[in-house]
């Protein structure tokens, strides 16, 4: 059973006792968030980080209707090995293919009832431009999310005025960086665009994309998954604010800008952080 902080000043904190329990909850958050927006506007816009969240994508559903983008990117080739696009599209193609051998061992009435046996629109997935450098891939990436804000599949915040990604979900490394926003790296200071790059990630692959701070801080929802125990201290020390130059620190976490943010966590966390939440 997952331990919940509740709703306070740093937001839902979610304790599970294993990662079975994670992924169901995480797929239920997603689910409901979908629901909502899907019946607002008829579109999911949904912005995440690579790793284990993209694993996790086999278990959501909906997404037919559903517009994918990265906060944050690797600026490889669609194909390498690297790449989130790449990672995102395989799991997606395996998801389908079991599907399909389900739809042939069972009532195929049945199964096409289910929400989840359609599968994602290609083009709703929208990966870089990997043939340019990355400062160019940035501002080629901010300007297909321009253009979705003007068509208003991607709703925009009145008060930032940036892009209202519903949600955006994000892991955490054991350094504490988010998307690839690295501790004390200039580009958490970025002030005016909503996707910037950096060329020296201090974890290779060294160039990539990013979404900047105010745009993960003006979505709809945002929600922070931790699955790995050496992120235990990473977690403390952001909830604590006794790291400064961490990307998420509380004011950020809380800020007026976003709707509202969920973590989830395992049960690993240090004991002085359960009992403060």
Partial sequence: MALSGGQNNKGDIRIHESLDELRTDLADYVAELSEASVKEQGVLAIALSGGCLIGLMGQWTGLSKWYIFWADERVVAENHTDSNYKLAKDVLCLRH???LEKIQKKEAALLYAQPWHVPI?????HSINDSVSA???ADDYEFVIRQLVKSRVVKVSEISDCPKFDPVLLGLRPDGHV??????HPALNESEEWVTFNTDSPKPPPERITFTLLVIN??????VVVTGESKAESVHLAIDDVRP???LIPQDWSNQQCGSWC???ISWLPQNLKTSI
Avoid: R
């Avoid at 998307?179 to 004390?184: D, I, Q, R, Y």
């Avoid at 003006?218 to 929600?223: G, H, I, L, V």
């Fill in 97 to 99: 293919k079991e599907q």
């Fill in 121 to 125: 629109i290609p083009s709703h997935v």
């Fill in 135 to 137: 400062e160019e891939a």
């Fill in 179 to 184: 998307a690839s926003l690295f501790p004390s």
């Fill in 218 to 223: 003006s979505a709809s929802n945002f929600a």
């Fill in 245 to 247: 130059d961490f990307p």
């Fill in 263 to 265: 973590g989830f966590w």
